[in-house]
């Protein structure tokens, strides 16, 4: 295992590497900085420096990646356009659209410092992927719940299951795909109940009750807390697939270690919670 030390500053720098990449004064000043998924970039530095790859290897696949994920994250949060939208939500929108294209060109830019046809054509899979199970699941496609679910965790995590199966890393595959489904399903999990709009519970609620036409934040109460009860048992079932991966494994480095642990107490703060108000 890597020292704590050592691994700190393998991370921060492929961090500072990547910041500067992504640094452009014009988009930073009118949309705000690219988000950069703090978790995905520790799971993948971490697989990496246990897969024994060199400090080059490291930093060029981490940070091709990484902007590979922020283009299509940005792509994400573009809006539609709305009624009598105003210049500057028009002007955002824009420039949310320019942002991902940005992002895009740059990873391809970074392409060029990697000698490795395997890897980019792996990467290129994973894209491809992560696409079709985004149409399936914002055009509302599927027709299982199960469908729903698988798509959810490989629109998270098809870049970095592909990176760790291209190394014949199959324990990490599966930790990589259940800690980012769990991220997620909470992450919309919290954003329903705050303002009862997300676009999971939303294909659950039209595979849960086919005959509602209602809108997700109209249906009652105890439909909410049905379709709530799907989402925390994949949460549930994916925190026991995490911890039956990590015993397949070698000591994680104590970065990681530690946002394991955080997960699970969450998740056991939530569990409690909804015992007691049960």
Request: glycine fraction near 2%.
């Amino acid at each position: 295992m890597i020292h704590l030390q050592d691994f700190h500053i393998r991370l921060e720098s492929v961090k500072s590497q990547l910041t500067n990449r992504l640094f452009h004064s014009y988009l930073n000043q009118n949309i705000g900085e690219p988000i950069v998924d703090e978790d995905k970039l520790l799971l993948l530095v971490a697989l990496l420096s246990h897969l024994g790859r060199t400090k080059d290897e490291i930093d060029n696949y981490s940070v091709t990646t990484m902007l590979l994920q922020i283009a299509l994250d940005t792509h994400d949060h573009v809006q539609n356009s709305i009624p009598n939208e105003d210049v500057t939500g028009q002007k955002n929108r824009q420039l949310a659209v320019l942002a991902g294209t940005y992002y895009s060109g740059l990873f391809y830019q970074q392409l060029a410092h990697i000698n490795d046809i395997e890897m980019i054509t792996t990467l290129a899979a994973g894209v491809k992927e992560v696409n079709e199970h985004k149409i399936s699941v914002y055009r509302k496609e599927l027709d299982a719940i199960d469908k729903l679910m698988n798509s959810v965790k490989l629109i998270e995590s098809s870049l970095f299951i592909r990176i760790a199966e291209r190394f014949d890393a199959v324990a990490w595959s599966d930790l990589l795909a259940n800690y980012l489904f769990v991220k997620r399903l909470t992450e919309e999990r919290n954003q329903f109940l705050v303002s009862g709009k997300s676009i999971v519970f939303d294909c659950l609620k039209k595979l849960s009750f086919q005959k509602n036409n209602q809108d997700l934040t109209k249906i009652s109460p105890e439909q909410q807390r049905y379709l709530l009860s799907i989402c925390e048992r994949y949460i549930d079932f994916s925190i026991n697939l995490i911890e039956a991966a990590t015993k397949q494994l070698p000591p994680l480095d104590n970065l990681l270690k530690n946002r394991l642990e955080e997960i699970f107490r969450q998740r056991q703060s939530i569990t409690k919670i909804t015992l007691e108000e049960g």
